[in-house]
């Protein structure tokens, strides 16, 4: 059994602080975000969240949310193609200076939707690895 310590564990503020900090496009200049989340639970929460990251940063964000419905039921009825498709979909139809992707599930989409969007795409894993790099640096 491996010693689980080495796992790193984040609150959504750490989360969102990292993606700051790995890209600063999120809050380091007035910019519109769109927050895409395939949970409509977690929402609110992340709103709050990057609201105050930009505070903290003395920026000003549009933060449009968008729930990518049928989603979480796709991936819970064992379709994760369909899952994906449906997480490109909307990320292609964005207009904004960047997309944020609301759960690590919705990470596998990441590569299709780059390829459809020419926005960039932040990821919640992004955060959990420079995290754990710098935890182990």
Do not use: W
């Amino acid at each position: 059994e491996g010693d689980d310590s080495l796992l790193p564990t984040m609150t959504k503020s750490e989360l969102i602080a990292r993606l700051a900090e790995r890209y600063p496009q999120l809050v380091a200049k007035d910019a519109s975000v769109s927050l895409l989340a395939t949970f409509p639970p977690s929402i609110p929460s992340m709103v709050t969240e990057i609201k105050e990251a930009a505070k903290s940063a003395g920026t000003k964000l549009k933060l449009d949310t968008h729930l990518v419905d049928g989603a979480l039921a796709a991936l819970q009825g064992g379709n994760a193609d369909e899952h994906n498709r449906l997480i490109v979909e909307m990320a292609a139809k964005q207009q904004c200076d960047v997309i944020a992707f609301a759960q690590f599930s919705m990470a596998p989409a990441l590569q299709s939707a780059l390829a459809r969007t020419k926005t960039p795409i932040l990821t919640t894993p992004d955060s959990a690895v420079a995290k754990l790099k710098t935890m182990l640096a």
